[in-house]
């Protein structure tokens, strides 16, 4: 059976064109290595990019987009699957529920708050599942910071940092998810 990973990313283009790069390098990632793509469902910005990038190389794409969004975020009608549900609540559980793994590329506010929910779930035992937040070019940095004040002021355990990795690097991620699978 095919092994799935999310990709959580941005619907909108960065000025910094390496990042839509390292969507590129995943994209192509997953496809030479027979690992499907499950993602947000749009054909704009990032996430647009990865899964061209994942099509045009044969792979399999599960795109998971809410109603309200179809429209917004031009539902990318060349993917493999598409499921559309009523809002994003329950695109997010489709999403866990269909991955085996999650990475996170820069993005913004939705990116974020997917990362936050899926990390929330594991720390909560909903699943166990591996998480990678890649840091390329220290665009988490802020991010990071922020959790090491979290764990600093004991708002967060010290040990939660073994809920997900951090790299920096597309090499770095592509060797953990070859452990993974």
Same mark, same amino acid.
Not at 38 to 62: C, E, L, Q, S
């Given at each position: 059976?095919?092994k799935?990973?999310?990709?959580?990313?941005?619907?909108r283009?960065?000025?910094d064109?390496?990042?839509?790069?390292?969507?590129?390098?995943?994209?192509?990632?997953?496809?030479?290595?027979?690992?499907g793509?499950?993602?947000?469902?749009?054909?704009v910005?990032?996430?647009?990019?990865?899964a061209?990038?994942? *099509?045009?190389r044969?792979?399999?794409?599960?795109? *998971?987009?809410?109603?309200?969004? $179809?429209?917004?975020?031009?539902?990318?009608?060349?993917?493999?699957?598409?499921?559309?549900?009523?809002?994003?609540?329950?695109?997010?559980?489709?999403?866990?529920?269909?991955?085996?793994? @999650?990475?996170?590329?820069p993005?913004? @506010?939705g990116?974020?708050?997917?990362?936050?929910? *899926?990390l929330?779930?594991?720390?909560?035992?909903?699943?166990? $599942?591996p998480?990678?937040?890649?840091?390329?070019?220290?665009?988490?940095?802020?991010?990071?910071? @922020?959790?090491?004040?979290?764990?600093?002021?004991? @708002?967060?355990?010290?040990d939660n940092?073994?809920?997900?990795?951090i790299?920096?690097t597309?090499?770095?991620?592509?060797?953990?998810l070859?452990e993974?699978?």
């Amino acid at each position: 059976m095919m092994k799935n990973v999310c990709v959580y990313c941005g619907s909108r283009t960065p000025k910094d064109p390496d990042l839509i790069q390292v969507a590129n390098q995943l994209g192509e990632f997953l496809a030479q290595n027979k690992l499907g793509l499950v993602y947000g469902g749009g054909n704009v910005g990032v996430m647009g990019k990865i899964a061209d990038t994942v *099509i045009d190389r044969n792979g399999h794409v599960i795109g *998971i987009i809410p109603t309200a969004l $179809k429209e917004r975020e031009v539902l990318h009608l060349g993917i493999s699957e598409t499921y559309e549900t009523p809002d994003m609540h329950t695109r997010k559980a489709l999403m866990e529920q269909k991955s085996d793994a @999650f990475v996170i590329l820069p993005g913004g @506010f939705g990116t974020l708050d997917e990362f936050f929910e *899926i990390l929330t779930w594991r720390q909560l035992g909903i699943h166990n $599942k591996p998480i990678i937040l890649l840091n390329v070019k220290g665009y988490f940095d802020g991010l990071v910071q @922020f959790m090491e004040t979290a764990i600093e002021q004991d @708002f967060v355990r010290a040990d939660n940092r073994s809920l997900f990795k951090i790299t920096s690097t597309i090499e770095e991620t592509e060797s953990l998810l070859n452990e993974l699978f």
